[in-house]
């Protein structure tokens, strides 16, 4: 079967690829609501004719594209929701309502879109069919649960036989990396509220002050992930909020911490949830005090199948050259709903390197920075990969 010249196909759509991102940069969204953009990608959807259906708990966009030729179903997914933070980049579209496509998201709406073009241009030949996931909420949301729970993986008829997400990130411009297995962690919320007795500050004696307690769980909680776990399956937590007394001469009843808990196995999450809950409880105890623990599961850790990964690896090698693919030696400690999927479905998550010219690739700005900048050049490539993946699937399940 003749595989089409995605790449080249990709660079005659790029303006108009470009055009979408910069109008969805310019106005983004938050969680799992997402109108404007649901409307802004339903009109550069509507000249392809595919099956449109939208989501009823969230605006998300679930399109099928029927292939000319009969066969399975290959998933392809972008997320379209931005983050609370104000843009400092400086861009001339730049977003100016407080809130910031500062994870990319932007660049993975607009891909898809384009995979979409580019499969929808040569769909008699397809062998097969391909939905399209345009999803909101993913940043702590669970957009792709809904997704799932509305009923995602039957919109074709038939279940995916695999699944492909793209997300950009630093690096050198043009850069597909991936990994089998672990690819990004596993998320949680550890949330401590230790609850004493309140008074005045200038009578510690008389009271039970939560707030040194609260200090002492926040120091006792980076020593147990550092001395109880096994370095080489890695933990992070980091409390990130805490709330005590709303002035500052009185010492509340309670303090709450909040954390943010990274994890890549099920043993080591397993054993977070049995034994911070209990460390916790026993400091409190050891001052008088109580201390209320909830930990909350949230995104699974994301694992890339093994031979659908090897597949994508070569796949994206033959088509923009083994020098631009690259293999990450350790997974991140970033989180991806994108995870729910993986779990029902084989596939793989990439990242794409696009750190602009002229902004060195050793300090650019991460993800989630106000200031963080992606080169929307590489659109074509992100759509042309997202189209590569999806064909060359359907096409080796033809063949076999």
């Known amino acids: 079967m003749t595989i089409p010249a995605f790449a080249a196909e990709a660079a005659d759509i790029l303006p108009d690829l470009q055009t979408l991102r910069r109008d969805l940069h310019a106005h983004p969204e938050l969680g799992l609501e997402l109108p404007e953009t649901q409307r802004r990608v339903l009109r550069d959807l509507e000249p392809l004719g595919l099956e449109i259906a939208l989501g009823e708990r969230l605006s998300s966009i679930v399109a099928v594209l029927r292939g000319g030729r009969p066969g399975p179903t290959v998933l392809l997914r972008g997320d379209m929701d931005a983050l609370p933070v104000v843009e400092q980049t400086g861009l001339d579209y730049a977003a100016t309502n407080g809130r910031m496509h500062a994870c990319g998201h932007d660049l993975h709406t607009a891909g898809l879109v384009g995979a979409a073009r580019l499969l929808a241009a040569h769909r008699e030949q397809l062998p097969g069919d391909v939905v399209f996931m345009f999803q909101p909420g ?4 669970g957009g792709a649960k809904i997704m799932l729970e509305e009923g995602l993986l039957g919109a074709s008829g038939s279940t995916p036989v695999a699944a492909y997400g793209i997300h950009v990130a630093p690096g050198p411009r043009g ?9 990004a962690a596993g998320s949680n919320q550890l949330t ?5 007795r309140g008074g005045h500050g200038s009578q510690p004696h008389q009271v039970l002050d939560p707030v040194p307690v609260a200090a002492e769980i926040i120091l006792a909680l980076q020593t147990f992930v550092t001395r109880r776990f096994n370095a080489f399956d890695p933990i992070i937590l980091s409390v990130t ?3 005590a007394s709303d002035a500052v001469n009185v010492i509340p009843e309670t303090a709450t911490l909040r954390a943010t808990v990274r994890t ?8 977070l949830q049995e034994e911070a809950p209990r460390l ?16 909350e599961v949230m995104y699974p850790v994301t694992i890339n199948d093994a031979a659908a990964t090897d597949e994508a690896l070569a796949w ?22 994108f995870s729910f999927v993986l779990n029902e479905v084989p596939g793989t998550f990439v990242m794409l390197a696009t750190t602009p010219p002229g902004v060195d690739v050793e300090t650019a700005e991460f993800n989630h920075s106000p200031r963080v900048l992606f080169d929307d050049a590489v659109l074509g490539d992100q759509a042309a990969a997202l189209a590569t993946l999806a064909w060359r699937k359907l096409a080796a399940l033809a063949a076999s």
């Open 138 to 141: 993913e940043e702590g949301y």
């Open 175 to 183: 850069l597909f990396v991936t990994r089998a297995g672990a690819v």
């Open 192 to 196: 401590v509220t230790v609850r004493g």
């Open 241 to 243: 909020q805490l709330e």
């Open 264 to 271: 890549l196995s099920a043993e080591s999450l397993s054993r």
């Open 280 to 295: 916790a409880e026993h400091i409190a105890a050891a001052h008088g005090q109580t201390a209320e623990v909830d930990f």
């Open 316 to 337: 994206l090698g033959e088509e923009f050259g083994a020098q631009r693919v690259q293999t990450m030696p350790t997974p991140g400690m970033g989180s991806e709903d």
